[in-house]
């Protein structure tokens, strides 16, 4: 064999090497974002589902002080309902799943907004130990929320942003990776709940 073949021969296999590696790398670097974002969804179901898990015995603590208002605490309850119903792994994240989500847990938010309104109306409510605990509770599980929802976004961006460069996406298209779904601003009664009440009726917000 000749020393012009083993040269061409040794140029092919370096770049059959490095294009492999390259191949290697593109792949390796794809699933870990993917798992990054999985793992970030996953700590925003759970602060959703602790919400959720919060809101039956806030309703019950407040039905003791306004039995009268029925039909808000129908309107939670059903909220709360519609939540348990939809439930989305991280493996079905698309923009139509992200989008039904997102929209049953505005409805619970809008619900819970309505909720606080009605508990300002009773300062002995207020000042009860365990409504004030729960209210504790769930200030610190909406922060929570934000903070999850925003280190997703952050997480897909991250993903979203390599799946689309040249050429990753030719590897990502290949294997099945696609975008993952933004969280969308809420706006209007959908926002989050302010759940900061004082013990004091003529406490101002």
Known sequence: MGKAVLV??????FVGGCGALSFMNSYNGLVALDQNVDAKWSQVENVYQRRADLIPNLVETTKGYAK????TFLGVTEARAKVGQINISAKD???ENMQKFQAVQGELSSALSRLMVI???YPELKANTLFQDLMT????TENRIAVERRAYNQAAQDYNTVVKKFPTNIFANFFGFREK???QA??????????NFGTDSG???
């Open 68 to 71: 009268h208002e029925r039909e």
């Open 119 to 121: 508990m300002e109306k």
């Open 203 to 205: 406490e101002k917000k």
């Open 8 to 13: 061409i021969l040794a140029v092919l296999i």
């Open 186 to 195: 809420e706006e209007g009664a959908k926002k989050a709940p302010k759940v």
């Open 93 to 95: 994240l698309t923009p």
């Open 137 to 140: 509770e769930l200030s610190g």
């Open 181 to 183: 779904p933004y969280f």
